[in-house]
């Protein structure tokens, strides 16, 4: 099939699935694939375009301040960290979550049943497994927490409602944020080598036209406890070889990544607990596999528009914080994702 012939048809996908999207809200396979056939044959710039048609005349979020567990983002601060996340693909706040608050979201991760996911090879279960996690004997590379039981805990409520995390999603996305794809999970030494099902070998996500991935460090990350890994630069426009995008939404090999950018661009995020990485995973990026001490990481997404990937239907608790509340009442828009 040609690559004209194959943009048609990812075209004719994408273009039914926003007619479909605009008219119910809801998402399809098809529409998704489209928009990633597009990224693909493009190298990004249909993408960018359509980016630009969502945020154009975008009304602004109705904030009190831009500061929060990121510092001050109104001014300085905030540009350069916009800057650097376009020029780089990431910003890195060390430290910037409290320690109390890192505390207390280790207590609910030891004492919150996750889901112990599938490893490469293993048959999918029909009811999956849940126990509390075991530091000392682990029984799978990766555990998952369930999105309710973190939607409904006060600590990552007030993170959702945080208004320096809402500000630099605003200026980055460059239109209204959506709070979207809310994940906490351990990785651990069960094995040492790297696993697709735990996002151990580098990929770029595409769920939507454009988002920030927030990733929190929980636990302290050395060289051997599963460094969150990427790629500079190449979350950018044409920064991903087209030798790599033809293969479409593919996991790729350490060696072939590392000889086509070399080592100077994989950075490998090792830091205290409490850092925050905010990240365009538009780019390369992997779990590195954990040798050491397991690694605790809670993730945000903010994204433009939850057009593209379908995912279940999962609503705030009724009990919320005031924080949060305040952020429904003010810009309830952001926060359809979880609203019932």
């Not at 693909?89 to 320690?99: C, I, K, Q, R």
């Not at 205290?272 to 605790?296: A, C, M, Q, W």
Request: negative net charge.
């Amino acid at each position: 099939m040609s690559r004209h012939l194959r943009m048609m048809i990812a075209f004719a996908f994408f273009a039914a699935g926003v007619v479909q999207h605009s008219l119910t809200g809801r998402n399809s396979k098809r529409q998704h694939l489209g928009l990633i056939q597009l990224f693909c044959l493009t190298g990004g710039r249909f993408n960018d375009w359509w980016n630009g048609v969502i945020g154009r005349g975008a009304k602004p979020l109705t904030l009190s301040s831009k500061s929060g567990v990121l510092g001050d983002m109104a001014g300085e601060e905030g540009a350069a960290a916009v800057r650097q996340i376009r020029e780089k693909g990431y910003v890195v706040f060390e430290g910037a979550l409290p320690p109390d608050e890192c505390k207390r979201l280790m207590e609910f991760a030891l004492a919150t049943p996750s889901v112990m996911r599938n490893m490469d090879g293993e048959a999918p279960l029909a009811t999956p497994k849940k126990a509390i996690f075991d530091g000392v004997h682990p029984d799978a590379v990766r555990y998952d927490f369930l999105t309710d039981e973190l939607l409904a805990n006060p600590d990552i409520q007030n993170l959702l409602g945080d208004q320096s995390l809402l500000a630099l999603a605003e200026m980055y996305l460059e239109a209204r944020p959506r709070a979207d794809l809310l994940s906490m999970w351990w990785h651990t030494a069960f094995h040492g080598e790297p696993d697709s099902e735990a996002a151990q070998y580098y990929h770029f996500d595409f769920d939507r036209p454009k988002w920030l991935k927030v990733f929190i460090y929980l636990t302290d990350v050395g060289p051997l406890d599963g460094p969150h890994t990427f790629i500079e630069g190449s979350h950018a426009t044409g920064g991903i070889p087209q030798k790599f995008l033809d293969r479409g939404y593919a996991r790729l090999m350490d060696d072939e990544v590392l000889d086509h950018y070399g080592e100077s661009r994989e950075i490998k995020f090792m830091a205290p607990r409490g850092t925050i990485i905010v990240e365009d995973t538009r780019g390369l990026h992997k779990g590195h596999p954990v040798t050491g001490n397991s690694r605790l990481v809670l993730q945000m997404q903010w994204s433009n528009s939850l057009f593209g990937a379908t995912y279940p239907k999962i609503g705030f608790p009724e009990e919320r914080t005031p924080k949060l509340s305040e952020m429904i009442r003010c810009n309830g828009d952001v926060y359809s994702a979880y609203l019932r």
